[in-house]
């Protein structure tokens, strides 16, 4: 099959600033071979495919060659919903979207390979709306009862449409769904013939009403309301320019049909105006000037270019290269404010909080970076964090910094900037809002004391006050944080006491001991962190030991002893519940018998 060549080269580079909008010179290359060529034509694209019909849950542009009857959305995997071998005529499209259409001659229809089951991934969705498109050109008046455009449903079990474009025999079009009634909108306006007119329906549910909308050459032409909201999603074929299997033939089109387009969804008016205006950029004819100068906003979410070569009832491969909108956001956060917690010194890490701008019309995120000033990125430096604001309410978002991150040679700020990275869009704004690098820096003093004696008699828990001598030096404390430590290692806080000038006071009253605490200790807590060392107190919950001991031993026999034992108490009893002592025998650093307690009561 004789392959028309496409395009040799496609290029454009945006040369504005300005989000959303592209300016630059679009320039084509012509192949080597130009003979069977008749015309370049340039579109947006998304990705591989050009806007338009292929950029539908379902479409057809009816190109001549190994497309003619191909689905071209790419959603459905290969052929499945392409159409069955047809015998029609290629003729040249509308001139908004050029390329070329097919030709109906009321004697046929077209219909998918595939079963399809539903749009939607449930087949009965109260909420399933849905968007038909075609651009039509009648050639002959159609019978009485009209001729169908496009159809989807069953007739196995009734009569079952899911939906349905319609040409009537005064050329009004209708639109619409059968389930257990007929829901149509007819619109004002009749067709021309030999004249291409763009049609589009829309439905749309909310709540009990279902409206349908009917658009002819973009423009609102009839709404009608229904309170049959629901439809029944038919397993059947798609039918082009003929009715259901079944119906009668006299419902073939006699016409040319082209960009035949099902959407899972309601269209927009600024969609469908979208849709009927075409989404062709240029059109250029061999050996002529191939380039422009392109001054526009680009058409929401394109974010491709594609060019093709069109010949007489061919069209070449597509050419595809991104489109690019490099843009230079000018809205910049407000404020930007930044604490390290990374206890290392020289190293970083924290929350970057930032107060978002105003309008935010020209960005997407925030981008933490090295700074060089308050307002300027260190060069070179790399994204330290970001966060995306398109799904964010607050006035404030946060960008989140590991720890470890060692600033480069030059870099004393963290600069904040607004980048946009909304296909074709990306860029960053030249400037930034930035804070001074302030490393974690906890207080180097300490408290001077603290005490602590208890006087609950439980053991495993205290009561009484805790005393805290404050450090000599204030500056910059913010408090005095009390733990249960073991040794030096804080356990669970107790409390943050506010500075206060000389002695700090804090009263336990029948608190539990943590496991393995042994004593109170007070770390002191600046504006950048808290202090790794501090002062413990010397005890927690110790018993009282006795005073004294005394032993005479009265047994006259070498390596036994016999006598009195002779404890001094201790002065503060209050916690004791009883004592124990333990018998030597042999040698005075080895204990050999069990060791005997007593109640204080028997002493």
Known sequence: ???????????????????????????????????????????????????????????????????LTRECSGNWGSNFLSLLPIAAESVAGPEQVGGFGLRFDGSFSAQTIGFM????HACYDDTADWSIAAWINPSVQPAQSGSYLLSKGSTDYGLFEEFKLFLNSDFTLSCGFFESESVSCTSTQALTRNTWTHALCTRETAGSVTELRLYLNGAL????????????????????????????????????????????YSLTAA???????????????????TSMQLNTAPRPGATTLVAVSVGEF?????????????ATPVNLPLAVSF???????????????????????????????????ATTKLTDSLELGDVDVANESSSEVSIHLPAGLIPPGGANHIVVVSSIDIPPATGESSQGVGVLLSDYAPPSVTAQAVSFSDTNPVIGTVSGNVLVTGASNENGIVSYNLYFADSTTPLELIVKLPVASGTLSHTLTDVTIPANANSILVLLEGTAGEATTGVL???????????????????????TIQGVVTIQRAVLEVIWRWLEWCRLQHLWSQWNAPCKRYALSRF
Not at 117 to 120: A, I, N, P, S, T
Not at 239 to 251: E, K, M, R, S, W
Not at 341 to 365: K, M, N, Q
């Open 1 to 67: 099959m004789y392959v028309l060549p496409s395009p040799l080269s496609l290029s454009f580079t945006d040369s504005s600033s300005t989000t959303h909008f592209v300016s630059g010179l679009l320039q084509l290359g012509e192949p080597s071979d130009v003979s069977d060529i008749l015309r370049y034509d340039v579109y947006w694209g998304n990705h591989d495919g050009r806007w338009g019909a292929c950029s539908a849950t379902i479409g057809y542009r009816f190109e001549p060659g190994p497309n």
């Open 221 to 264: 032409s009839m709404s009608c309301t229904s309170q049959l909201a629901t439809t029944w999603r038919t397993y059947g074929k798609l039918v082009i320019g003929g009715g259901l299997p079944g119906q009668a033939d006299d419902t073939f089109f006699d016409g040319l049909l082209d960009e035949v387009a099902i959407f899972e």
């Open 314 to 326: 061919v069209e070449s491969e597509p050419l595809v290269i991104p489109l690019v909108d490099l």
């Open 117 to 120: 089951v539903c749009l939607h």
């Open 537 to 559: 107190s010397t005890s927690l919950d110790a018993l009282d030991a006795p005073s004294g001991i005394e032993f005479q031993d009265l047994d006259p026999l070498a390596g």
């Open 339 to 373: 604490t390290d917690t990374d206890p290392t010194a020289g190293s970083y890490g924290g929350v970057v909080l930032v107060t978002r701008a105003s309008d935010e019309s020209d960005l997407s995120r925030y981008v933490a970076y090295w700074g060089s000033s």
């Open 271 to 289: 969609e469908v105006s979208l849709l009927y205006n075409g989404d062709r950029l240029s059109t250029w004819l061999p050996g002529e000037t």
